[in-house]
C-alpha cells in the first residue's frame, strides 16, 4: 500500500513556537491553553477565537513547523476531477478539501485545517484502492468549510458548465459581486478554462474572436493549439469576467488594456498578465501563464551541456561587466536569468532588478517595475538602483541607447549588469549595440559574454521511434560516413503527449565569451562575419552546434530543431 512520505516531526509545541518568535506572550498562552481544555479545540483555533493572532499567522507557523506549505483556499480555482475523487459528506465531515488531481501521478492534493488527521487521509485513499498518493496543506478552517459549501453541487468541468449555461437562464451581464463565486457559471466556465490551460502545460492563453464563433487557443511548448470554439454569444459576458478578475475597465472597449490575475491553481500561486486588443470582431484577450514553479529553474536544470554551464560559471565569475542574453519572445531568456540570479543569490549580495513587469518575485532580490506613470523607464531605474548600493543590476531588456548606455556605465563602476537584447544570434548582438551609439571601446572593455537561446521541443519519450539517416541527415548533423553507432529519432504521437510526439521543452544556447582578441575586434568596430570567424577559431559553437547536439543525444528530433534553427550553413554551396 502506498502512503505519503513521512513529514519531519515538529519542533516544538505550536504555542511555544508562537512565544519564542514574539508573536504572543506566555500569559495568552497560558489562557489558550486553559479554554482549550474547556472548548476542547485546537490551540490554534482557540487563539484566533480569543483575538490574540490570525488565521494567517497561524496557519504560517505550522507550516514552518510541520514542514507543510500553506494554501489561501478562497483564491483557488477547484479542479473538477479532485472533486470527484471525494464525497461531500467525507469532505463536510473531516473539512477536507480536494484542490487538484493529477492522473498521470495518481496524486491528490487537498486542504485540511489539520494535516496529521490520519483518519481522513486513510479513508479517502480506501477509496481508491489505497494507492491514490496524497498532498496534503494547510488551509484556514473557516475558509475550507464554506468553499465546500460552495462548489459541492455546482458543475466544474467546461463541458458542463456550458451545458448549464445553454439550458439556463442566467443574467450574464451581472458578475461584478465577489460573493458566491461558484454560484455564477461565467465565473467558473472562466476558472475551469484557466486551470484547464495550466494542467495541459500552455504558456498562453488566447481568446479570439471570429464574426459567429470564440476561438479558443493554448500555446504548448511553444506551439499554438486549438482547444475549442464556442458561440459568439458567450463572449460579451467571458470580456466582462476576464477584465473583472484582472482589474481592466469593463467599459473601456476601444482602447488596449493590461491586467494581472492571481490565483491558486493545481495547489499553489499561478499569476496571469492580460492583454486586451481591439479588433474588428470585438476584443482579442490574451494571458501569459506566470508559474513560478516553472519560471525559477535551478541552473543544472536547464539542460545545458557541462562546456555551457563551465562558460556561465566563468562569466559569473568575473566581478564587473555585462552579461547579455539574446533571443526572440519566448525564447527563454527571462528564464535563464532569473536562473542564474537565483543561482547566485546569497545574503552577501545585493541584487537589484528594473522589469517591464516583475514577473517571477524571488526572496532576497529587490525587484522593481518600469512605471511609465512615475516615469521611471529602464534608464532612470538603473540611476536610482544605482544609488542602493547594489552589487548586481538586472535590466529587463536594452531597447534604446539611453538604456544601453546607463548599464555599459554601470558596468564600468564595478557592478554585474545582466539583460536582455532582441537579436538572431550572440555575435549579432554587438553591431546591434554599437547601432544604439555604445562606443567600441566601451563595448569592448565592459561586455563579458552573450548568451544566445532558443527553446525547442522535446521528444515524447514514450513514443519517439528511430529515424533512418541519410546523405542529408549526415550533412546536417555533420556525421562521419563511417559513424554507425549514432541513432536519431522523430516524433511519433501517443496518449501520454496527446499525439503531438513532444512533451515539454529544452533549452538550446550559443556563448559567445569575450577573449581579448575579440576585444580587440570589438574596439576596431570589426563587422559581425569577422567576429564570428574569430569567435570560431577559439571554439564557439553556434545554436546550430548545440541543436545538433540535442539530436544526437536523443532529446529532440532534426524536423524540430530545423523549425527553430538555420542549418542551411551546413549544406555548403
Request: hydrophobic share 40%; with cysteine; net charge negative.
Amino acid at each position: 500500500m502506498m502512503s505519503e512520505k513521512p513529514k519531519p516531526a515538529a519542533k516544538k509545541q505550536l504555542g511555544d513556537a508562537l512565544v519564542d518568535k514574539g508573536i504572543i506572550t506566555r500569559d495568552q498562552l497560558t489562557i489558550a491553553l486553559l479554554e482549550q481544555e474547556n472548548l476542547g479545540k485546537r490551540l490554534g483555533a482557540v487563539l484566533s477565537q480569543l483575538g490574540f493572532v490570525t488565521d494567517s499567522i497561524i496557519r504560517d507557523a505550522l507550516s514552518e513547523n510541520t514542514g507543510y506549505p500553506t494554501v489561501d483556499v478562497t483564491g483557488s480555482v477547484i479542479d473538477a476531477e479532485a472533486i470527484k475523487m471525494v464525497p461531500q459528506e467525507l469532505a463536510r465531515r473531516y473539512k477536507v478539501l480536494p484542490l487538484s488531481y493529477n492522473s498521470a501521478l495518481h496524486e491528490l492534493r487537498v486542504a485540511m485545517p489539520d494535516t496529521y488527521n490520519i483518519v481522513a487521509l486513510d479513508q479517502i485513499r480506501a477509496l481508491h484502492d489505497g494507492a491514490l498518493q496524497i498532498q496534503p496543506s494547510l488551509g484556514n478552517e473557516a475558509d475550507i468549510a464554506g468553499t465546500i459549501e460552495e462548489i459541492y453541487g455546482f458543475n466544474l468541468s467546461i463541458d458542463g458548465i456550458l451545458e448549464e449555461i445553454e439550458t439556463g437562464e442566467e443574467d450574464l451581464e451581472n458578475q461584478q459581486t465577489e460573493g458566491d463565486q461558484y454560484r455564477h457559471p461565467m465565473v467558473r466556465l472562466i476558472n475551469a478554462l484557466l486551470s484547464d490551460a495550466v494542467q495541459q502545460g500552455a504558456s498562453d492563453i488566447h481568446f479570439e474572436p471570429e464574426e459567429a464563433f470564440i476561438r479558443i487557443r493554448y500555446r504548448v511548448d511553444g506551439v499554438l493549439r486549438q482547444i475549442r470554439s464556442l458561440h459568439k454569444s458567450y463572449w460579451a459576458a467571458m470580456v466582462v469576467r476576464l477584465k473583472v478578475i484582472s482589474g481592466m475597465n469593463i467599459a473601456e472597449s476601444r482602447a488596449p488594456q493590461d491586467g494581472r490575475i492571481s490565483l491558486t491553481l493545481i495547489g499553489r500561486q499561478i499569476d496571469f498578465r492580460v492583454a486586451a486588443q481591439p479588433t474588428i470582431h470585438g476584443e482579442n484577450i490574451v494571458l501569459r501563464i506566470l508559474d513560478r514553479l516553472k519560471g525559477i529553474v535551478p541552473l543544472e536544470s536547464l539542460g545545458l551541456s557541462e562546456e555551457n554551464i563551465d562558460a556561465i560559471k566563468m562569466m559569473l565569475a568575473k566581478p564587473e561587466g555585462v552579461i547579455l542574453v539574446t533571443g526572440p519572445t519566448g525564447s527563454g531568456k527571462t528564464t535563464t536569468l532569473y536562473s542564474v540570479l537565483n543561482h547566485i543569490n546569497t545574503e552577501s549580495i545585493n541584487i537589484m532588478t528594473i522589469e517591464d513587469p516583475v514577473e517571477y518575485p524571488m526572496p532576497m532580490i529587490r525587484q522593481s517595475s518600469i512605471n511609465a506613470a512615475a516615469k521611471m523607464d529602464f534608464a532612470e531605474g538603473i540611476r536610482s538602483m544605482m544609488r542602493q548600493d547594489p552589487d548586481i543590476i538586472l535590466v529587463g531588456e536594452i531597447r534604446d541607447d539611453v538604456t544601453a548606455e546607463m548599464a555599459f556605465r554601470a558596468a564600468m563602476t564595478g557592478h554585474q549588469v545582466f539583460s536582455t537584447l532582441h537579436t538572431n544570434s550572440a555575435v549579432g548582438s554587438i553591431p546591434r549595440l554599437t547601432d544604439l551609439d555604445v562606443l567600441p571601446d566601451l563595448l569592448s572593455a565592459n561586455l563579458i559574454g552573450i548568451i544566445g537561446q532558443r527553446l525547442v521541443r522535446r521528444l515524447c519519450s514514450e513514443c519517439k521511434k528511430l529515424q533512418k539517416i541519410g546523405d542529408l541527415e549526415r550533412t546536417l548533423l555533420n556525421l562521419d560516413a563511417n559513424d554507425t553507432q549514432v541513432q536519431i529519432y522523430q516524433a511519433a504521437g501517443c496518449s501520454k503527449c496527446n499525439g503531438f510526439g513532444y512533451k515539454g521543452r529544452t533549452s538550446i544556447l550559443e556563448i559567445l565569451q569575450t577573449s581579448n582578441i575579440l576585444r580587440k575586434l570589438i574596439s576596431e568596430n570589426a563587422s559581425a562575419h569577422t567576429l564570428k570567424h574569430a569567435a570560431a577559431e577559439e571554439g564557439f559553437k553556434t545554436l546550430a552546434d548545440d541543436a545538433c547536439r540535442r539530436v544526437i543525444d536523443g532529446t529532440t528530433s532534426l524536423d524540430e530543431i530545423t523549425r527553430i534553427v538555420d542549418l542551411s550553413d551546413r549544406l555548403g554551396d
